[in-house]
Structure formats: structure tokens, C-alpha cells
């Protein structure tokens, strides 16, 4: 039979391979060595070159996450949420805000700023485009009020990098805006106050008796809905809104300063009170038992003479005044519209040639105008009588 050799159990020289430290078990530990030396090696290569990429990964995922020029403005509107305008004013700009004289701070901070970013409803914030060279980013806030779509650009500054990684930015800064709350169509004996108005949930005085202009002045930072609305019992605003929207920086002031018009109007308190005050007036006229009663607009002349107690004045039907609109401005104000009515005159004529005594009604038809004055907790209605 012939000899069958097994390579794997020759020893060196040909000998067989023996049991101990430099036998069978040292061959066959080392060819162990030599089948899983490489593999192992492989392993490590690889798991440090995962390692690498997955570090890139979560670097690039860092940069875009919490070290972006979007994290930068979305602190800043979260501050504007939270009322925290002090905050916001930091990531702005860092700086305190130089504010012209006069100018109200209130909807900078707290419940004003807070309602009027609620009011800007759900806010998507975008990354716009880049400079050229990498050095600053827009940054696109969009929000819709009111069914109508807006948005305000913020531009975000590259200032360095930290741990080498780590793109650092900031905001660049954001100008405080100027809003002028104005009430329009004032009645001129309004105008010296004082008329307070409510923005964004405070009150607010518009008319001072200190300040010859209606309106004030408030600092916004955008984004920014601001509402104002005005009653009282006899002058009212509808709300209206302004959505402050624009960053821009200018040197020109009228540029930056925006401007929410409260057109004033009468409650339908001024026109039952116009023809409460009409009543009385009216009313003191007919009561006097003359034939031309004194302030009224009403009267007889007769050369016959008459017994005084049987004059008897009364007014056909129920004279009602009417109260136009207020006029747009520059408009004359006309403060009530004339009143066409007629007074009713019962008495006895007495002949004074022949004694004969008859009842006489005589109807005399008449204008009366009238100065209206109005203010918003006074109603004055002054008729027009020789």
C-alpha cells in the first residue's frame, strides 16, 4: 500500500512532529496565528473608517441642527414668545436700543409682546441664500395673518468656529421699529384729551392734554402684530392690526416708522343722547305760555289780544335729530344734521275792535340747527336760536 504522507504532521527535517512547546501544538498555534491575523486587522480598519464617516455625519448634522444661522433666529423668536424682549434685544444686536423721546417701550416686553407674536399664528423659519464667500446667511420667517401670507428676512453673520467643528454665528443686528398708533377723524373738541386706547391688551394713552399731536409712539422688534382698538361711551375704533414685518435699518426716520390709523366713530349712544338733550329743549319751549318763547325757534304775532292761559305750544309728531358720521379728515365737521319739524300753536284771539273771542291753531314750520360736541365720555347738543 502505498505511503500516504500528511504535511500538516511533518515536523523540520522531515521528522514528525512532537506534542510540547515546539511540537504539534506550536505548529498548529501558529498556523491558528496565521489564519486570523488578517481578518482582525480588516475589523479595525474598518470599524475606524465607519467611525470617521459617522463622525462627519454628526458633525454636518450639528452644523445644520444646533449650530446653524436658523438655531440663531429661532432663539431670538423664541425669546420675542416668551416675552423676554431683553433677550431678543441681546441676540439681535447686544446693544440698548436708542428710541426717540416719547416713544413707548410696552409692547417690548411681556403680555403686549407675547400677544402680539401669538397673533402671527404658526411661523416657518428657512434657510435663503448665502453670500458668495460664506459669510453670512438669510434666514426667511414666514407666517400668515389675517388670510394673508408675510415674511421678514433676518441676515445671520459667520463670527468663527468652535472645537474646530462648529460653525459659530450671530444675528446681525435688527433695528427696533417705531409703530405710531393714531386715532383719525377727531372731533377737535376731543383733541385735548384724554382718549386712551388699548395695544396689544394695556392701555394706552393717545390724547394728553400735555400733547398737542394725537398718537403715540410704541418700539417693536419684528415680527410683530400689533392691535389697537378704542370705546368709550360715546367715541369707538374698530380693531385694527398692523403686521410689522420689515428689518431694515435706514437714516431716513419717516422711512422706519409705521403708522396703525384708529378711525374714530360715534356710538349709537351719541345720537339717543343728541335726542335726549333735543326733548328737553323742546320741551322747555312748549311749556312756556307766551306767544315767543324765549331760545326757541318757534312764534306769533297777532295785534289782537290773548287770555295767556289758553296759549298752548306743541310739537307735530316726534322730531328725532340726526347724527351723520364723522367726516373723513380734512372734511368740515357737521355735527348734526338740521331738523326739520313743526311746532303746533293752540289759543284764544280775542278781536279788539269787536270783543269777538275765537280759537286759533296755527302750524308754524321750522329749521333748527345745531353744534354737536363730542367727546368720548360727553355728549353737548347747543340749537342754533337767536
Not at 375704533?237 to 360715534?266: G, I, N
Request: hydrophobic content about 40%; charged content about 20%; overall charge negative.
Amino acid at each position: 500500500m502505498p505511503e500516504v504522507r500528511d504535511d500538516t504532521a511533518i515536523g523540520t527535517g522531515g521528522q514528525p512532529a512532537q506534542d510540547g512547546p515546539g511540537g504539534r501544538d506550536a505548529g498548529a498555534a501558529g498556523n491558528r496565528r496565521g489564519r486570523t491575523l488578517g481578518p482582525a486587522w480588516a475589523w479595525w480598519g474598518g470599524g475606524a473608517a465607519l467611525a470617521l464617516v459617522a463622525g462627519g455625519i454628526a458633525i454636518a448634522t450639528v452644523n445644520t441642527t444646533v449650530y446653524s444661522p436658523e438655531a440663531q433666529v429661532e432663539d431670538y423668536l423664541a425669546a420675542l414668545a416668551a416675552g423676554e424682549g431683553g433677550t431678543a434685544v441681546a441676540l439681535a444686536s447686544g446693544d440698548t436700543p436708542e428710541l426717540a423721546p416719547g416713544t413707548a417701550t410696552d409692547l417690548l416686553q411681556g403680555e403686549p409682546l407675547i400677544s402680539g407674536m401669538a397673533a402671527l399664528g404658526e411661523l416657518t423659519v428657512s434657510r435663503g441664500e448665502d453670500t458668495p464667500e460664506g459669510r453670512s446667511a438669510e434666514v426667511l420667517v414666514g407666517y400668515t395673518v389675517d388670510g394673508e401670507e408675510h415674511s421678514t428676512t433676518f441676515t445671520v453673520e459667520k463670527t468663527g468656529r468652535d472645537w474646530l467643528f462648529f460653525d459659530r454665528w450671530r444675528m446681525a443686528e435688527v433695528p427696533v421699529q417705531s409703530v405710531q398708533v393714531v386715532p383719525t377723524q377727531l372731533p377737535p373738541e376731543a383733541a385735548s384729551g384724554p382718549l386712551t386706547a388699548s395695544v396689544n391688551g394695556i392701555q394706552a394713552p393717545l390724547v394728553t392734554e400735555q400733547e398737542e399731536t394725537p398718537g403715540r409712539s410704541f418700539a417693536v422688534l419684528p415680527p410683530m402684530v400689533v392691535e389697537a382698538g378704542f370705546e368709550s361711551t360715546y367715541l369707538r375704533a374698530e380693531p385694527a392690526r398692523l403686521v410689522v414685518d420689515h428689518t431694515a435699518a435706514t437714516t431716513d426716520p419717516s422711512a422706519d416708522s409705521l403708522t396703525l390709523d384708529l378711525a374714530l366713530q360715534y356710538t349709537d349712544a351719541v345720537s339717543a343722547e343728541v335726542n335726549e338733550q333735543l326733548d328737553r329743549f323742546l320741551a322747555g319751549c312748549t311749556e312756556q305760555k307766551v306767544l315767543n318763547p324765549a331760545g326757541c325757534p318757534m312764534g306769533y304775532d297777532t295785534v289782537n289780544r290773548i287770555p295767556p292761559e289758553s296759549i298752548t305750544w306743541s310739537m307735530a309728531g316726534d322730531p328725532q335729530a340726526s347724527v351723520p358720521e364723522l367726516p373723513a379728515e380734512g372734511d368740515d365737521l357737521t355735527a348734526v344734521a338740521p331738523l326739520e319739524a313743526e311746532a303746533i300753536l293752540s289759543l284764544s284771539e280775542i278781536d279788539l275792535v269787536t270783543g269777538e273771542q275765537r280759537t286759533v291753531e296755527h302750524r308754524e314750520p321750522f329749521t333748527l340747527e345745531a353744534e354737536l360736541t363730542v367727546t368720548p365720555d360727553a355728549v353737548r347738543y347747543t340749537p342754533n336760536v337767536p
